[in-house]
Nanobody, 124 residues
């Protein structure tokens, strides 16, 4: 049973940086795709970035050049490092996972089987 736990959200000023992390504490599979999605009030959940077990990454246009997704396999943890944050980046950030060989893009929320509880990022 997969359990995703996010941490690291918070309040940051525009132009600042913040990192969020997601730990899959019960991972029992060796190939996967993990992604970060975000959802602001009144908006649809949108993909931000994804990384697979081979190290392949994918980014939304809004994240390219500002956000970096990385992973520590020894810790079963995926990170999202965010720079030059804007007020429009404010949202609940969710970690998602699915068993897969490659991500092949971020994909849609419906393609992911497992979700964390979310961590709030607010940019003022």
């Amino acid at each position: 049973h997969v359990q995703l736990v996010e941490s690291g959200g918070g309040l940051v000023q525009a132009g600042g940086s913040l990192s969020v992390s997601c730990t899959d504490s019960r991972r029992t599979y060796s190939t996967y795709c993990m992604a970060w999605f975000r959802q602001a009030p009144g908006k649809e959940r949108e993909g931000v970035a994804a990384i697979d077990s081979h190290g392949g990454t994918a980014y939304a246009d809004s994240a390219t050049g500002r956000f970096t997704i990385s992973q520590d396999n020894a810790k079963n943890t995926v990170y999202l490092h965010m720079l030059s944050l804007k007020p429009e980046d404010s949202a609940m950030y969710y970690c998602a996972a699915r068993r897969d060989t490659y991500c092949s893009g971020i994909g849609r929320p419906s393609q992911y089987n497992y979700w964390g509880q979310g961590t709030q990022v607010t940019v003022s």
